[in-house]
């Protein structure tokens, strides 16, 4: 069943996005070279207490930390850690969440660390990040879930890929939907398959997380032996982009981003929704 959300719930769910756009901030501006995955995971439990939110991510299913931090060829789901040192020319993924009187945000982004980064890293962030939007722009009154997939797969299929070949679209994860629990129904493809048929149709109150993962080359992973770490099989690395968005009445209302999503949903024609906040 998927759960459908009042205007009411939804501005809850948006204190949380904003919440998860601070920690954000915060964590990127840590993401240095000599900084350990540990360092990004305090930084992120000072702003879920200053901001008096909880965490969905600590001790969910047993993680032992506040958000993921995913370097390299990690795809998701690393784990914070003193060992774990940033350094130059590295790239991380920062997943987060947090709740707010029951309600739940969710978000990641990557982050480039240092400089000199190979121009192949830099579009390979880019179009995650862009697929993404395509997906937010999907989430349209009428359309169902299978758009939002087809969006996303579309535009990264769409891209060249530098020195040639294909991106690798993650398939053993995907996005999800979010509101009283982190993850919930309905599970969102980043691409189109036969055997899941068109999904659910999209209405007000529909919540998404929607966050492709893609890499530069496999689409495959394994989980390594702390039953919680993702790498590609081939070690490629990868890229992973995500947002929690409310479909309203106006439209799509990302709620994790500072701005609602006007300015790259603009970029496709379409208004955001007003901040129920605001």
């Known amino acids: 069943m998927v759960q459908i959300k009042t205007p009411e719930q939804i501005a809850k769910m948006r204190e949380a996005g904003l919440v998860v756009a601070a920690i954000h901030a915060a964590t990127r501006e840590a993401a240095v070279p000599g900084a350990t995955t540990r360092d990004l995971d305090e930084v992120a439990r000072k702003v879920i207490a200053d901001h008096g939110a909880k965490s969905n991510f600590l001790g969910y299913g047993g993680f032992p930390a506040t958000i993921c931090t995913s370097v390299n060829e990690v795809v998701v789901h690393g784990i914070p850690d003193e060992k774990t040192v940033l350094k130059d020319g590295d790239i991380i993924s920062v997943?987060?969440?947090?709740?707010?009187?029951?309600?739940?945000?969710?978000?990641?982004?990557?982050?480039?660390?240092?400089?000199?980064?190979a121009p192949e890293?830099?579009?390979?962030?880019?179009?995650?990040?862009?697929?993404?939007?395509?997906?937010?722009?999907?989430m349209k009154n009428g359309n169902r879930l299978v758009d939002v997939s087809r969006a996303i797969e579309t535009y990264?299929?769409?891209?060249?890929?530098?020195g040639g070949g294909r991106y690798g679209i993650i398939e053993e994860y995907g996005g999800h939907g979010i509101g009283t629990e982190m993850h919930m129904d309905?599970?969102?493809?980043?691409?189109?398959?036969r055997k899941r048929g068109k999904g659910p149709k999209l209405v007000p109150g529909f919540c998404l997380a929607i966050e492709p993962m893609?890499?530069?080359?496999?689409?495959?992973?394994?989980?390594?032996?702390?039953d919680w770490t993702v790498i590609t099989t081939d070690g490629t690395w990868s890229s992973h982009w995500e947002?929690?968005?409310?479909?309203?009445?106006?439209?799509?209302l990302v709620l994790t981003a500072p701005d609602c999503g006007r300015?790259?949903?603009?970029?496709?024609?379409?208004?955001?929704?007003?901040?129920?906040?605001?």
């Open 95 to 117: 997943d987060a969440g947090a709740i707010v009187d029951g309600w739940h945000g969710d978000a990641a982004y990557t982050v480039f660390v240092g400089s000199g980064h």
């Open 186 to 193: 309905p599970h969102l493809l980043n691409y189109v398959s």
């Open 263 to 278: 300015a790259k949903l603009a970029e496709y024609g379409i208004t955001a929704a007003p901040d129920p906040l605001s």
């Open 156 to 162: 990264i299929r769409r891209q060249p890929k530098p």
């Open 121 to 138: 890293l830099i579009e390979l962030s880019r179009v995650t990040e862009e697929s993404m939007w395509a997906g937010i722009a999907a």
């Open 214 to 226: 893609v890499s530069l080359g496999t689409p495959h992973t394994e989980v390594l032996a702390d």
């Open 243 to 252: 947002h929690s968005v409310a479909l309203t009445e106006q439209g799509p």
